[in-house]
């Protein structure tokens, strides 16, 4: 079954008054900045559709990213900046010789990251977790996992997201993603679910990106 999309992907970001004003505080002291390593990285731009049941965004995304890094923006009209993600991914130092890259940690910043945090996926063991991850923007934090993962589809290649609960599809052409979705759904059971379960689940947050 295809994923549902926006009937207008142009249409304007539904917000409350306070989330456009925190985006114009942000604006003035926030801007994009490069990094030691943009001169190996592949840039890409499109648009973001962010809906939970408090929020529904539409805005602009772009997209730096190597093997073991990735970067992006998410802005509303000329300059409004709304979201600054950043993640790092690597292989398990637990594991040896473990050719599996995965995230590590990724960030997050900006009006839509109610206040901004970090997560890693070892945070899951902690008894602390399952109410962080109650915020709906710890939904952003896979953004980069499906982003790699549509990548690693484009090549062939296996990629584990591991923010738990996520359903996603990629759409791929000429060996790079070129639209991603995903999903997080409540599970009442704690213990991973098959997609086809997982599903049938109450549907938390939802994320639709379309790259150019």
Known sequence: MKPQTSSNQTARCIAHGSLALAALAFSACSSTTPTKHSAAMTERHGQVQFSSASE????????????????????????????????????DPKVKDSPENQLRSVSATGPLAHGGWMWRPSSLAK?????????????????PEVFMWGEAQAKG??????????????????????????????????????????????????VICHLD
């Open 56 to 91: 529904q965004i539409v805005g602009e995304i772009a997209i730096r990213h190597d093997e073991k890094h990735f970067y992006a923006d998410i802005t509303k009209g000329p300059g409004v900046p709304l979201l600054k993600i950043s993640a790092r991914f690597g292989t």
């Open 127 to 143: 008894k602390s977790a399952s109410d962080k991850l109650k915020d709906s923007s710890r939904a952003w934090a896979a953004l």
């Open 157 to 206: 290649e296996a990629f584990r997201v591991s923010l738990p609960d996520i359903v996603m599809h990629a759409r791929v052409s000429d060996g790079h993603v070129k639209r991603f979705d995903y999903s997080r759904h409540e599970n009442p059971t704690g213990q991973p679910l098959a997609i086809r379960d997982l599903k049938k689940q109450h549907k938390n947050e939802s």
